[in-house]
């Protein structure tokens, strides 16, 4: 028998099986904003039951097919990773069009690739007249997506160990290395996501002794570890439950950008490990010196008039925008043009691989840093031999390559995003910030689209753009990108 990785052919039935798989898992996690919608009398929660049944039944047609093999190589894997957003998104959109949200199937798309992606850019004008049950969908679509859809199916799929695992774990998960922390690849998946549903049940608990109702603070836990952003009403967080929120957040904002792996590590008893990483020192010293700047900022421009002003508010900024959760207080862009630009750079870098965070990531920064930081000890030492070394281990050449590939490759994103976007009568300075936040899965708007805005004032064709945009910056650009090489396609 042919090599899975040699072989001639696609292996589609085998994908569109697992995709059966997967609307099926999508179902069932409908069954939680159906019951809150039937709890409260909403009518939606009875358009849940008709979005669930038509979810379940397409994957059980789907699943019913039978693959002449189970085998699937690297190609099956990267086909299957964007397959599956891409129609898990179609689906999740059902309940937008069916729930009484009075959204286009454009913007219910938008909605829900925002969504999955954990990006938290809404077209919803208020979220003041929206069900229930349609609030709690759009923080559960952000909780699924924080780890990875294909994640959770390799978690509950024990069979894919067998067909492709690790491919489709490289395929989604972000990162410059993956650590593979057990046996099975189905393993490590069921590891990392006890991690995430264990620290999302103490965020929930711990909100719950605010002033927040429980359905509060289960919207905000789900959206605040998976670093999503979407929130459950149109007041801020400041007027939801003050400080103590704010500090909650905080805490779990800053574990929602570590990379999981190590958060698995602390949790199972090597939390001397997981501090002694060289990433998880450079993301805390990184938050201190923004941390920092901003302080200062609101000092010196005398924008804080309380002493949380001066100490928390900076903080929660710093560490909600480095995560990409995208939360802001409103007064946030009045802050002058240093914490603007001290936004952009943390949109851009976004926290740890191995996170639920967006943006290019701090590891592959640290890596260009001490790349650069060797070229100019080389000028000075022609002769030397010099490696780029993280936790004590030199990096090899193929990922150093590939980091510093990444990096270019994302800037083009942003550049050709942005000059796309420009062509649709958005004006210049918005169109890259909005590429950007985007791609960096922030969510952000600036002007038309920012605190007084919303971005269903762009145009349909900008809508689908973006949501595009945010697939590819989710998926960590290669992943979708490899899609339009013909060289992929060929035999």
């Not at 009075?102 to 979220?127: N, R």
């Not at 920092?292 to 508010?313: K, P, Q, R, Y």
């Amino acid at each position: 028998m042919p090599i899975a990785n040699k072989r001639a052919y696609i292996n589609f039935l085998m994908l569109l099986r697992i995709i059966g798989w997967l609307l099926i898992i999508e179902s069932v996690f409908m069954l939680a904003p159906c019951i809150v919608g039937l709890y409260y009398g909403e009518h939606s929660g009875w358009n849940f039951l008709i979005c669930m049944g038509i979810t379940a039944g397409c994957g059980l047609g789907l699943f019913s097919l039978k693959p002449k093999s189970r085998d699937m190589g690297k190609r099956e894997a990267i086909i299957l990773t964007g397959l599956t957003w891409v129609i898990l998104s179609a689906f999740g959109m059902l309940p937008f069009l069916l729930g009484g949200t009075h959204l286009s199937i454009t913007d219910a798309y938008f909605e829900t690739m925002s969504g999955f992606t954990t990006t938290g850019a809404s077209v919803l004008d208020s979220l003041a007249g929206v069900p229930k049950s349609i609030l709690l969908w759009r923080c559960v679509l952000q909780w699924i997506g924080g780890l990875g859809i294909i994640l959770f199916t390799l978690a509950v799929l024990p069979m894919l160990n067998y067909s492709g695992g690790m491919q489709l774990f490289n395929a989604e998960i972000t990162g410059i290395t993956h650590d593979k922390l057990r046996p099975r690849i189905s393993f490590t998946a069921q590891g990392l996501w006890g991690v995430y549903i264990v620290l999302t049940l103490i965020c929930i608990g711990l909100l719950c002794f605010s002033e927040m109702d429980i359905f509060d603070a289960i919207c905000y836990g789900l959206t605040t570890i998976s670093t999503g952003g979407f929130a459950n009403s149109d007041t801020s967080t400041s007027e939801i439950g003050g400080v103590y929120v704010k500090i909650v957040l905080i805490a779990f904002m800053f574990m929602g950008g570590v990379n999981f792996s190590l958060l698995y590590k602390a949790v199972t008893g090597h939390i001397k490990d997981a501090f002694r990483n060289e990433i998880i020192r450079w993301y805390i010293g990184i938050i201190i010196v923004f941390y920092c700047i901003l302080t200062l900022n609101v000092w010196i421009g005398g924008f804080g008039h309380e002493l949380a002003d001066f100490t928390i508010d900076p903080l929660f900024q710093t560490v909600s925008l480095i995560t990409a959760t995208g939360l802001v207080e409103p007064d946030f862009f009045d802050w002058g043009a240093i914490a603007v630009v001290l936004l952009i750079i943390m949109m851009f870098m976004g926290a740890c691989s191995g996170s639920t965070s967006g943006g290019a990531k701090i590891d592959r920064f640290v890596v260009l840093f001490k790349f650069i930081r060797n070229e100019f000890y080389k000028l000075m030492h022609p002769n030397a031999i010099t490696t780029v070394t993280m936790n004590g281990k030199g990096t090899p050449p193929a990922v150093l390559m590939k980091t510093l590939a990444f990096l270019f490759l994302y800037i083009v994103v942003v550049m050709v995003g942005g000059t796309v976007l420009s062509m649709t009568n958005i004006p210049l300075k918005d169109s890259f910030f909005i590429t950007l936040s985007c791609v960096s899965n922030t969510g952000l708007g600036t002007d038309i689209t920012g605190i007084n805005g919303n971005f269903a004032l762009i145009s349909d064709f900008a809508k689908w753009w973006l949501s595009f945009l945010m697939l590819v910056g989710r998926l960590e650009l290669f992943t979708i990108l490899l899609l339009f090489i013909p060289s992929f396609w060929r035999k």
